[in-house]
């Protein structure tokens, strides 16, 4: 099955996820968007953010990379199919990932 997980999906965690697909989306979403060595105790848990000034496309294929390695160590059930950016007027841009997960 593969699920989406956006950048934004944060705003509205929900603590009691009904099913694997929802939890598993939202952990990929915190992943996203937590920046390495932000988490006591788990330093490395999150994405290290140095692609943030690079230009859209080179930041979208370095995040996509990071958070393939991510996955693998803090997120085993999910697989990074791809990523889609939008960026909008102000140069702010959004990532939604497409992971695949058995369950």
Request: hydrophobic share 40%; net charge negative; no cysteine.
């Amino acid at each position: 099955m593969n699920v989406l997980a956006t950048d934004d999906i944060v705003e509205s965690l929900n603590f009691g996820p009904t099913d694997e697909a929802e939890e598993i989306a939202q952990n990929v979403a915190v992943l996203m968007n937590t920046p390495a060595g932000n988490v006591p105790l788990e330093r490395g848990m999150g994405l290290r953010k140095d692609y943030l000034d690079s230009p859209p496309a080179v930041a979208q294929v370095k995040f996509e990379a990071e958070l393939a390695d991510t996955l693998d160590d803090y997120e085993p059930r999910a697989t990074l199919l791809s990523t889609t950016a939008k960026t909008d007027e102000d140069g702010n841009m959004g990532i939604t990932a497409e992971v695949r997960f058995s369950g």
